[in-house]
């Protein structure tokens, strides 16, 4: 038998944020189609929490401090022909707008000369576009949440290419974008093409660890018995801040490739080598910033699985699933992982929900602390950085409390 888990996590204080002074501009969040139920989600804490503070007598309701739903009505109609616009039913004037898009959501469609299209991550950008062009810059401040950087793996130019991520964030600081939020951007230097304009890419981490102690009783964490694994040369930063925060060592597989082929646009692989510790008898987590096709994590549980390691902890930010799910659904089968976690900052397949293996992190409590907490311009700090909080949780969890 099955479960559907899905874990809502935020900081360990975030029930009631420390906010005692009214915001300059009214809230609005207005999330796109492609966020239509993390949004609801992050409306119902935003609205919870203000009512308390309002109740509590620390701030008081004027100005629409506190009301029933934050959301601002907004759409992006299409026409037969495909075209489309973006449209906002309310009055922006001096509202702090968070417009929020999943660029990956490939569950939408439209109708195009009478066929049913599937909208790609253009499409999401440029309905994300309109719709910011739609509030006329008459808000006091535009901020942009899209946890999967559009284009994010495109941010670099090899030969005459394009360089489609930097010119989308200068697409957006042009239409009067001032933040844009982002989580685990493949490489975060991609913001020094808006040097002016407000950057955060925001780490998980704090989340996928909480997960795993919830997920296992038993596991024991020290560098004898735990151990974090990075695919590939590419994630070793977030391998080396984990290994660095729960005290454990790390490993890297690198892959030697064949720089003379060319095999459906890729380099093809030659071998893969390994560059750590002794894996014997370890438990491992393997953290990555997306899941695609699934072929790196897959194939580097195989390698750790024939070097005989303990359980075997898939986690990454961004579940994407190209290929679908049924590669994942036979390595299972066959103990190549025990438990795969990925958050719910993109469209996740539905069908995953039903397999015995997958969590979900919810992090709709956790954007809308952010929310709340740029609309009061407050720091952002103590969420950027989740030492504290994941040395709290490890600490609970080796006293044997829930966690």
């Known amino acids: 038998m099955t479960t559907r888990q899905i ?3 935020a900081t360990d204080t975030q029930d009631k944020p420390v906010l005692s002074s009214h915001p300059e501009g009214r809230l ?15 409306d119902d804490f935003l609205v919870k929490w203000r009512k308390k503070r309002v109740e509590d007598g620390v701030l008081d309701g004027s100005n629409g401090y506190a009301r029933d739903s ?12 495909g ?9 922006v004037r001096g509202d702090d707008l968070f417009f929020m898009v999943d660029v990956m959501n490939y569950s939408l469609t439209y109708k195009m000369n009478g066929f049913e299209n599937i909208m790609s991550p253009d499409d999401h950008f440029l309905d994300l576009k309109r719709i910011i062009a739609a509030a006329g810059r008459k808000g006091r401040r535009i901020n942009v949440i899209m946890p999967y950087l559009y284009e994010g793996r495109q941010i670099k130019r ?16 042009d239409l009067g974008v001032t933040n844009i939020i982002t989580f685990d951007a493949h490489d975060a230097r991609v913001q020094n093409a808006v040097p002016m304009a407000g950057f955060e890419s925001i780490s998980p981490a704090y989340q996928f660890i909480k997960n795993i102690l919830r997920s296992d009783p038993d596991l024991t964490i020290d560098s004898g018995h735990l151990m ?6 590419g994630g070793m930063r977030r391998a080396i801040y984990i290994a660095n925060v729960l005290g454990i060592d ?51 549980a195989a390698l750790l699985r024939a070097k005989n390691a303990g359980k075997i902890f898939i986690c990454s930010t961004f579940g994407i699933f190209t290929n679908g799910i049924r590669r994942f659904n036979e390595a299972y089968e066959k103990g ?11 469209y996740t397949p539905p069908e995953l929900f039903e397999t015995p293996y997958y969590t979900c992190c919810d992090m709709s409590k956790f954007l809308a602390l952010i929310i709340d907490t740029i609309n009061h311009d407050s720091s952002l700090a103590g969420l950027l950085n989740p030492i504290d909080r994941i040395n709290r949780v490890v600490e609970k969890y080796r006293r044997g409390e829930k966690v």
């Open 7 to 9: 874990v809502t996590d």
């Open 228 to 233: 974090v694994i990075s695919p590939d040369e």
């Open 250 to 300: 790390m490993g890297m597989f690198y892959k030697r490739r064949d720089y003379t082929t060319i095999v459906d646009g890729k380099n093809p692989i030659l071998g893969h080598e390994f560059l750590g510790t002794e894996i014997e008898g370890k438990d491992i987590i393997i953290i990555d910033d997306m899941i695609s096709s699934g072929d790196a994590v897959l194939e580097t």
């Open 70 to 81: 934050f959301i601002l009505k907004a759409d992006a109609p299409r026409f037969g022909s």
């Open 28 to 42: 609005a969040i207005v999330p796109l189609r492609s966020m239509t139920e993390i949004g609801r989600k992050v």
């Open 336 to 346: 190549l992982f025990d438990r795969l976690i990925t958050t719910n900052l993109v």
């Open 83 to 91: 075209e489309a616009k973006g449209t906002i039913s309310e009055s």
């Open 158 to 173: 090899d030969g005459r290419e394009s360089m489609d991520c930097a010119s989308m964030l200068q697409e957006l600081e």
